[in-house]
């Protein structure tokens, strides 16, 4: 099994027609996904041709690219100014999974098509996310295929490169899922989310939680866990050496107080039960002494 995303996925791509839409088209069908379709108004009815003898039709809207082809995954690489509509769009034909990768979408627009979710059928991933990969099985978004094959850890982080790091480091051991889930400050999938997944998939043994400073979104993960999580889980909080104050990257973070700081965050979460690495590839260690432990 995986979380969210796995081999009977049917992914469209809107915005597939642009650079980083057809690079990373390529790069999700070499890894195996199922691309169905792509979305673009302007070049609907037209193929587009892959290395490896693909072509995929262009659909006009998502509504008709889910007709024609079943899609249950849609997977966003449409720029900053409109990927509000794109993703009300993709939310409106209640497609199971819209992951947003793009960066630099207004936080006003992220919440509005945040809150326009709310009690619909479609899980947002992102904005400003790698997206997330179950490998083996399917790969939506940007995250390299090839630093790491399957296995029984779930990952869940709000860094991309992080992300890409623990799947490296782990890779002797592999991924059910990793889910990227962006480090705006309004994100749709938290580590909540995956979290309560991960403790229900029966293929998953062991978690790993990247977090960053800033807001309280890990202090709410460590509360969480502590009264649903049972499999263990091994915990990284980027942001230790950051100056106290300072908006620090892509989070948008500001730490205030002792509120939002790393070590703030390590403390609720080794209250929880939580290991937690100093490093990430302490956080790699501590995860193969878990991963170890269950094996003997």
């Not at 490896?52 to 007709?67: D, L, M, W």
């Not at 295929?145 to 982080?157: C, D, E, P, T």
């Amino acid at each position: 099994m995986a979380i969210f995303l796995d081999e009977n996925s049917k992914v469209i791509v809107q915005g597939m027609t642009g650079s980083e839409g057809m690079k990373h088209t390529q790069r999700m069908l070499a890894s195996g996904t199922a691309i169905v379709g792509g979305v673009n108004p302007r070049k609907a009815g037209t193929t587009v041709d892959f290395d490896g003898g693909v072509s995929v039709p262009v659909y006009g809207t998502v509504a008709e690219a889910i007709e024609a082809t079943g899609a249950n995954v849609s997977v966003i690489f449409v720029p900053p100014a409109f990927a509000k509509s794109a993703v009300v769009e993709a939310i409106d034909t209640q497609i199971a999974l819209a992951v947003v990768i793009t960066e630099g979408i207004a936080v006003k627009d992220s919440a509005e098509f945040f809150n326009y979710s709310k009690g619909k059928a479609t899980r947002i991933v992102g904005p400003n996310c790698p997206g997330l990969i179950s490998p083996g099985k399917s790969n939506a978004g940007i995250i390299p295929a090839n630093i790491a094959g399957a296995g029984r850890i779930g990952l869940v982080s709000k860094s991309g490169t992080l992300t890409y790091q623990m799947m490296y480091e782990l890779r002797d051991f592999g991924f059910s899922s990793a889910v990227g889930i962006g480090g705006d400050p309004i994100i749709g999938t938290t580590h909540i989310d995956c979290l309560e997944a991960f403790e229900k998939d029966p293929d998953t043994d062991a978690i790993v939680m990247i977090g960053e400073i800033g807001g309280d979104a890990e202090e709410r993960a460590a509360a969480y866990i502590k009264d649903h999580v049972t499999k263990p889980v091994v915990g990284y909080v980027a942001g230790f050496t950051a100056p106290e104050g300072k908006t620090m990257g892509h989070a948008g973070a500001i730490v205030s107080g002792s509120a939002g700081t790393a070590a703030a965050k390590q403390e609720a979460l080794e209250a929880a039960g939580v290991k937690v690495g100093k490093t990430p590839s302490a956080t790699a260690d501590l995860m193969r002494e878990v991963m170890r432990s269950l094996q003997s």
